[in-house]
């Protein structure tokens, strides 16, 4: 993320105040002007457990309990999960709320020891967050 310096003015019981205010760059949605309510803060996501489980064959069922929250309470945050093996997507999932525990099953290839989870979350304004964690599966 880019930083930003700029300058706040405020007139405060008829003083002026001036101080450097230092904040990441929003991605906003084209059209939307995300400081009319103030979130310029991406969602936080929080993955709290991911297992990859043998499910028969050559397949696993990947485990995951996640949490997505928004500065701006009341805010619904959408998110979308992928779990990959290298360059090739196995399984994705979408969804809203500020938890969820899913199940996705997959099948990677046979030389795969290690699995990718990549959660992107973002708020109604288009501000995006994205984790990353690893799964090794024992074959």
Do not use: C, H, W
Not at 80 to 91: N, P
Request: aromatic letters at 2%.
């Amino acid at each position: 993320m880019a930083i930003k310096r700029r300058t706040k003015m405020a007139l405060n019981q008829g003083f002026l105040q001036v101080g450097i205010v230092e904040r990441s760059r929003p991605r906003s949605k084209p059209g939307v002007d995300s400081s009319l309510n103030g979130n310029d803060v991406a969602p936080t996501v929080r993955i709290i457990g991911a297992a990859a489980m043998r499910s028969g064959g050559s397949s696993f069922v990947v485990r995951l309990r996640l949490s997505v929250r928004d500065v701006v309470v009341g805010d619904r945050v959408s998110y979308s999960v992928t779990v990959s093996a290298g360059a090739k997507r196995l399984a994705g999932r979408a969804g809203s709320g500020e938890s969820a525990a899913l199940a996705l099953r997959v099948t990677p290839p046979q030389t795969t020891r290690v699995l990718v989870i990549r959660v992107s979350a973002s708020d109604p304004v288009g501000n995006t967050r994205t984790r990353s964690t690893t799964v090794v599966i024992r074959r």
